[in-house]
């Protein structure tokens, strides 16, 4: 299993959106304009990187790039 | 139905005639009847006709969901001119490339268009000869005129689509087009004046305008329109629960993002007499979860339609259970009244349950092309029928069912889009060789996403972090020029997409490699690196 950085998934969202410069507390709905379809395509980009399946309701508690690092290490420390 | 409007102006007229105090349609909280909505039209109409507007002269117009879209797409036809609605998100660069592929000389945007946005936009067009202006640059425009005579043969809008190659295509539909595609649909859906219209379908997009707010403004029936938001599913249900909406439609992806964002339990939506799944592939999973999340039986029923026949061809026919077929292929029904459908390999016709490129004959049948005889050449056989691009078949009581689409082409979102027009963007930048874009369906909620890849010129040479900025500005740029981002692009090595001898690229061949992972274990994809 690959270490998780934040810095990596940041520029999974920075790539998301076609934007540099995306911050780990930017709110993905409200400052970068994400339709809910494309909450998914990082959901699955995310999903293919490191090997981890999100929950629905962790899906849900997504809102900042921060908020799925959380997710995602945390499902990495609990395999 | 007694009523034989020639042209949407007659309606319009007879509309506010016999029902001017009647609500034409809300929009959010805005009441809009049927006697204000024609003298705005007026005004606007006149507005354009003092701008100089010619007859049978091509308006773009690029507005989203609200009066204003109604106010000048009627304004339009009454000064004799013909409209040709875009996507409004879109930058710039590609209203005005479909203005000029037009050759319309005016453009109108939203009158709340920000004003250094718009004092830009009136520059930039001014450069190219377009004349960009908003509707309430009209409000000390008189409603009163003399107006030119309509004719029913005569082109109401220009409706664009993207084909597989090329510039996108303007489908010329007339006035008598779209009133007997309203009366086929009217019959086919047993649609009433009693019925209760919901729809967020984007009105500049021919199922959300036609069927959604022509066919209501046609039986003076109720219509609540919504902003088109696909963020949000919520008030979608909630208007159809508060207005006991009886009919509303939308692409199969809507109603699984509103089986997976809202709770079902909360929702009443027992008023639904139809909602139609159109415009992209439809899941027969959807179907049955959508029903027993909601508790109805048989509202949900399949259609099918294309531009070049108006909109619509077929629908199953409500309150009658869905046919699926052993491949799990929900059937889109019987043709609509007075829509013949045709099975066709080259001129011949197939015999039923055989799969071909379906084939249609309708009054409602587009003449062609914009402006593009060589394409309109290729959308005929000579008995007349129409040749869809879409691959499907009849079964043995003349149930018609999609099978593939023919044509290389991208549905998002219910909306079609040209690979062509995205990599014809993304090969701007030098540093690209040549790229491809292709709509994958993995099966999950999104539907088909649209996935972009980039041969990169000596590409092994470049930093990773090089490789994330030239792919962070691929994605904005797609962003700029189409208005939507792509789900995936990938860079990749010189000679990594497959092509044609002659040069072509083979997305079928691609979107296998991709599917497969045979790009990833061939080591051709550069970045990212997942």
């Known amino acids: 299993m690959d270490q998780i950085l934040l810095e990596d998934i940041l520029k999974l969202v920075e790539l998301q959106f076609g934007q540099l410069g995306i911050k780990a507390n930017d709110r993905l709905a409200e400052d970068l304009g994400a339709e809910s379809a494309e909450v998914m395509y990082i959901v699955a980009a995310v999903e293919d990187r490191y090997g981890v399946v999100l929950k629905e309701s962790e899906i849900a508690r997504i809102h900042t790039p921060k908020d799925l690092f959380d997710i995602v290490q945390q499902k990495t420390h609990d395999v | ?530």
């Open chain 2, 1 to 530: 139905m007694s009523d034989r409007y020639h042209t949407l102006i007659e309606m319009l007229t007879d509309r506010n005639e016999k029902s001017g105090d009647a609500a034409a349609f809300t929009y959010l909280k805005e009441t809009v009847t049927f006697k204000q909505l024609w003298n705005l039209t007026n005004r606007f109409g006149h507005y354009l006709m003092k701008a100089g507007i010619q007859p049978e002269e091509r308006v773009v117009i690029a507005l989203p969901n609200g009066p204003e879209f109604f106010y000048a797409f009627y304004g339009v036809q009454r000064a004799g001119g013909v409209a040709v609605p875009v996507f409004p998100m879109e930058g710039a660069d590609r209203i005005i490339a479909i203005a000029k592929l037009c050759g319309a000389n005016v453009v109108v945007i939203p009158s709340n268009t920000p004003k250094a946005q718009l004092q830009h936009f009136k520059r930039q067009s001014l450069d190219v000869g377009l004349n960009v202006m908003t509707f309430l640059e009209s409000k000390n425009t008189s409603i009163e005129g003399t107006f030119p005579e309509v004719q029913s043969d005569q082109a109401a809008f220009l409706q664009y689509t993207s084909g597989s190659t090329g510039n996108p295509k303007g489908v010329i539909l007339t006035h008598n087009n779209l009133l007997t595609n309203m009366r086929q649909m009217i019959a086919g859906m047993e649609i009433t004046p009693n019925d209760v219209f919901v729809s967020w379908l984007p009105v500049f997009h021919d199922m959300g305008l036609i069927l959604k707010t022509m066919v209501p403004f046609y039986l003076a029936a109720r219509l609540h329109l919504l902003p088109t938001n696909l963020r949000d599913v919520k008030p979608w249900l909630d208007e159809i629960q508060n207005r006991k909406g009886t009919f509303t439609a939308a692409p199969d992806f809507a109603y699984r993002l509103a089986l997976r964002k809202t709770n079902p339990g909360d929702y009443d939506l027992s008023s639904l007499r139809v909602a139609l799944n159109a415009a992209e592939p439809v899941r027969e999973s959807t179907i049955r979860s959508f029903h027993k999340a909601f508790g109805l039986q048989n509202v949900m029923v399949a259609g099918y339609g294309l531009a070049e026949a108006t909109v619509g061809v077929s629908m199953w026919p409500p309150g009658t259970p869905n046919r699926v077929d052993s491949k799990g292929r929900v059937s889109v029904g019987p043709p609509f009244p007075q829509v013949k459908i045709a099975i066709k390999n080259g001129d011949q016709n197939l015999p039923p349950n055989k799969v071909g490129e379906i084939a249609i004959k309708s009054e409602a049948n587009s003449l062609g092309y914009f402006g593009n005889p060589k394409e309109t050449d290729k959308l005929f056989v000579d008995d007349g029928y129409l040749l869809s691009g879409d691959l499907g078949y009849l079964d043995e009581d003349g149930n018609l069912y999609f099978v593939s689409r023919k044509k290389n082409i991208i549905k998002r979102s219910g909306t079609t889009i040209s690979p062509s027009e995205i990599e014809s963007v993304v090969d701007k930048n030098p540093e690209v060789r040549y790229s491809a874009a292709i709509g994958v369906d993995t099966g999950r909620v999104e539907g088909e996403q649209i996935m972009v890849f980039a041969e990169i010129r000596n590409g092994e040479q470049f930093s990773q972090q090089a490789l994330h900025i030239l792919a962070v500005k691929i994605v904005g740029d797609i962003q700029d020029y189409m208005g939507f981002r792509p789900a995936r692009v990938f860079l990749i090595k010189p000679k990594g997409i497959p092509l044609t001898h002659n040069g072509k690229v083979q997305h079928v061949h691609l979107k296998e490699s991709y599917l497969h992972g045979i790009l990833r274990s061939e080591n051709s994809i550069l970045y990212p690196e997942f």
